[in-house]
């Protein structure tokens, strides 16, 4: 009769099992920055594609309306609707839908917003906001929507124009008037496409929100991109910049307008001839390549 041989187990000392930690946790810090860079630069891939599609739709607006450029906004009476509604009530852009009772806290799938924009009450520049339809959409969605029926978008790119500042008028996006109920007092000219003799270089839209940041250089951001938020923010990272011909490409801040190197309130308006600019390589209005 056979005897069945037992074999001694053997578990992992101490040693062995904090040496394998050990060794995880290099790993993970090795691992954890490029990870972090890899996210960063897929937002910034992603931020990039979101800004040529809502360059073709531009560039397909301006075809159907006799080389105007998009206007920065559209006056109806007293109620006004941002250049993103118009691209959405004009298809386009799809209309995403939203239903939301109140301000969004992440960013919602849409072209119309970048991944990387945090909303943020202390960085609100550099995030998106949640715009409503004034008139131009209404009671496209459900009355429960969170704004009546309203059409819901948020918008997390800055255009490069005014709504009603002379100072302003040779920017490429003027704000337009659709009624004669409308004030047009300080409307400027919608322009043309060719208007711009340098398409290529002329910016239309850029990582930031609203408009008028010629107003407040802190609406031009490149913290979503690359270096976070800080003190210097004004010239931290790179911004993602749209252009009149519909191409999009990415620019280090540091070669754009700012208002003062620390980082702290508003400076003069964007506009003028290239003596204004930090280099010529970027086109901001009529005026900038004509000295």
Request: charged share 15%; with cysteine.
């Amino acid at each position: 009769m056979f005897q069945q041989k037992r074999f001694a187990t053997r578990g992992f000392t101490l040693v062995e099992l904090l040496v394998v930690i050990g060794i995880i946790a290099v790993l993970i810090a090795i691992l954890l920055p490029s990870l972090g860079k890899a996210r960063r630069q897929a937002a910034s891939i992603a931020c990039m594609s979101n800004l040529r599609t809502i360059g073709l739709a531009m560039v397909m607006y301006s075809n159907d309306n006799q080389n105007m450029i998009l206007p920065t906004i559209a006056y109806n009476g007293n109620f006004a609707d941002l250049w993103a509604f118009i691209l959405v009530q004009g298809k386009y852009l799809p209309n995403p839908h939203i239903s939301d009772s109140g301000t969004a806290t992440s960013a919602v799938s849409s072209v119309l917003t970048c991944p990387a924009a945090p909303l943020d009450s202390s960085r609100m520049e550099e995030g998106f906001t949640r715009v409503v339809s004034g008139w131009m959409m209404t009671n496209t969605e459900g009355a429960s929507n969170g704004a009546g029926g309203a059409c819901i978008l948020y918008v997390g790119y800055g255009a490069n124009g005014c709504v009603n500042s002379p100072s302003n008028e040779e920017l490429p996006m003027q704000s337009r008037p659709f009624t004669t109920a409308a004030t047009t007092a300080f409307h400027n000219p919608v322009r043309k496409v060719n208007e711009f003799r340098l398409p290529t270089k002329t910016v239309i839209l850029l990582d930031g929100t609203a408009f008028n940041f010629q107003l407040n250089n802190q609406r031009i951001f490149g913290t979503r991109h690359g270096k976070q938020y800080s003190g210097n923010q004004l010239r931290s990272g790179s911004t993602n910049i749209l252009f009149l011909d519909g191409h999009a490409e990415s620019a280090l801040r540091q070669d754009l307008p700012y208002a003062a190197t620390n980082g702290s309130g508003n400076g003069s308006p964007v506009n003028g001839i290239t003596s204004q600019m930090i280099n010529t390589t970027y086109v901001w209005n009529v005026n900038q390549l004509r000295k």
